[in-house]
């Protein structure tokens, strides 16, 4: 079973920044937060990953809690190609499995 | 450019009627993942190969079956599809199942079943 909780959906105006929170209180030492996306009959892609620190990469910004039992993914200026299914997941440092909850859903509106 | 190809895109099958999905890869990544992905939830692994070594989800039918002939090529069978089994079909590929490796995704194939 996912062990991320999301919100189910958000709105966030075009142009401005879309902070998407997950929750992952139970994740051990070696498993990284990975975030990708599911834009409407597509496959998913990979947006970012981080294990304890802060990462940035052209596409996003991961911050992750200290106690790393949080994180918020950071679209710095959605458009409405960033309308998509957002999915924050526990991978397995051991395995390289990702486990699928149920995501977001962010509707950028112009 | 495209790195995971997955054919067909489309599918449609009848009842009963076994039915394979193809996926390959010009990225020669080692592992390689089939997904299951039902109308409005989220894709469920079924299961992934670690180059031959082939690894089963607990709760992943019978009914799938997965071949590997070589590096780049997966195959998804479904021996007996039902109605419960129509889905997207996603492929997957990451260069190492350990660490840190994101996953690249085809477009997947939709199959019909009726």
């Known amino acids: 079973d996912a062990k991320t909780t999301q919100p189910p959906s958000m709105d966030c105006a075009e142009g401005r920044a879309a902070n998407l929170p997950c929750n992952h209180s139970?994740?051990?030492?070696?498993?990284?937060v990975y975030w990708y996306r599911q834009i409407h009959s597509q496959g998913p892609q990979y947006i970012i990953h981080?294990?304890?620190n802060n990462e940035t990469n052209e596409m996003a910004s991961l911050i992750i809690t200290e106690d790393r039992k949080s994180s918020t993914l950071i679209l710095p200026h959605a458009t409405l190609r960033d309308t998509a299914v957002y999915y924050c997941?526990?991978?397995?440092?051991?395995?390289?499995?990702?486990?699928f909850g149920q995501g977001t859903t962010l509707q950028v509106k112009p | 450019d495209a790195m995971v190809i997955q054919n067909p895109r489309y599918q449609v099958t009848q009842f009963g009627k076994p039915v394979t999905l193809s996926c390959s890869q010009t990225?020669?990544?080692?592992?390689m993942y089939w997904y299951q992905q039902k109308s409005s939830q989220a894709p469920k692994l079924l299961f992934h190969?670690?180059?031959?070594?082939?690894?089963n989800e607990a709760d992943t039918p019978d009914n799938f079956q997965s071949r590997r002939p070589n590096t780049s090529f997966c195959f998804l069978d479904i021996r007996s599809p039902g109605l419960g089994d129509a889905a997207m079909y996603l492929c997957?590929?990451?260069?190492?199942?350990?660490?840190?490796?994101?996953?690249?995704f085809g477009p997947g194939t939709r199959l019909t079943v009726l």
């Open positions: 997957a590929t990451s260069r190492d199942g350990r660490g840190a490796n994101e996953q690249f």
């Open positions: 139970t994740i051990s030492g070696n498993e990284y």
């Open positions: 981080g294990l304890k």
């Open positions: 997941i526990e991978g397995s440092g051991n395995t390289g499995k990702l486990i």
């Open positions: 990225l020669n990544h080692n592992v």
């Open positions: 190969y670690y180059d031959k070594d082939f690894n």
